[in-house]
């Protein structure tokens, strides 16, 4: 079993949809990422958060660190946020390495 | 564009060849990161440098052997291959990659798709 979890693993929708993917963990953390990556391979970093919420155009990100769980939030959908989304945490133990879900496979239908 | 760049993008090679990846980072960070994503399975760490320094290794075949000339530059040499070895092979870049509570987010290079026949 992963240390970190995420679902769904696929998820379709159709563009205006809100979408919301799930990661939970199993770790003491002290940061969580959120990362987007497209067809082609190449990764950005959408969100760092440690607690709390944070905001960024039509992305939200929030995170429970007493539950261990952390969810990205989608609104208003659009095609081009078709990628797959990969929750990552910074673990407290041993190297500080980042540990990371398998990721979820968004596909916004016109 | 993250500021990470990796050449090639596409590597196609028997498990005889050798070749080497070759990742620049024009961010002036301290680290430099190897990754392999297999098809449906998490992101592994390979290699992590600081300040040109290898710091971390995990557990990786000596087939893989990493060099970093500079704190701008990430090498991977790779020689006789396996077909598992088949994978995208990103390389990252953060600010340091040291301190416990360490927080620095990574920027990541678009990925060098590897196939081994």
């Known amino acids: 079993k992963n240390e970190v979890e995420q679902s769904p693993q696929n998820l379709t929708a159709q563009e205006g949809e809100f979408i919301t993917i799930n990661c939970s963990y199993s770790v003491g953390i002290s940061a969580l990422h959120w990362l987007q990556q497209h067809p082609g391979g190449g990764i950005v970093s959408l969100f760092m958060l440690s607690s709390g919420k944070k905001k960024h155009g039509r992305l939200i990100a929030t995170i429970n660190i007493q539950e261990k769980h952390s969810s990205l939030h989608i609104t208003a959908s659009h095609p081009r946020d078709s990628a797959v989304y990969i929750c990552a945490v910074r673990s407290l133990l041993g190297t500080d390495k980042l540990i990371f879900g398998t990721g979820t496979r968004l596909q916004v239908f016109p | 564009e993250t500021g990470v760049t990796q050449t090639p993008r596409h590597l196609v090679m028997g498990m005889t060849n050798k070749k080497s990846l070759k990742c620049e980072q024009h961010?002036?960070?301290?680290?430099m990161y190897w990754y392999k994503q297999s098809a449906k399975k998490p992101l592994e760490l390979m290699f992590v440098?600081?300040?040109?320094?290898?710091?971390e290794n995990n557990s990786v075949p000596s087939r893989f052997s990493p060099e970093c000339p500079n704190s701008s530059h990430l090498f991977l040499h790779l020689h006789t291959l396996q077909p598992e070895d088949s994978a995208l092979y990103l390389c990252?870049?953060?600010?340091?990659?040291?301190?416990?509570?360490?927080?620095?987010?990574?920027?990541f290079g678009p990925g060098t798709r590897l196939t081994v026949l």
């Open positions: 440098y600081s300040l040109e320094e290898r710091v």
């Open positions: 990252a870049s953060s600010q340091e990659a040291s301190g416990s509570m360490s927080t620095d987010t990574q920027y």
């Open positions: 961010l002036g960070h301290n680290a």
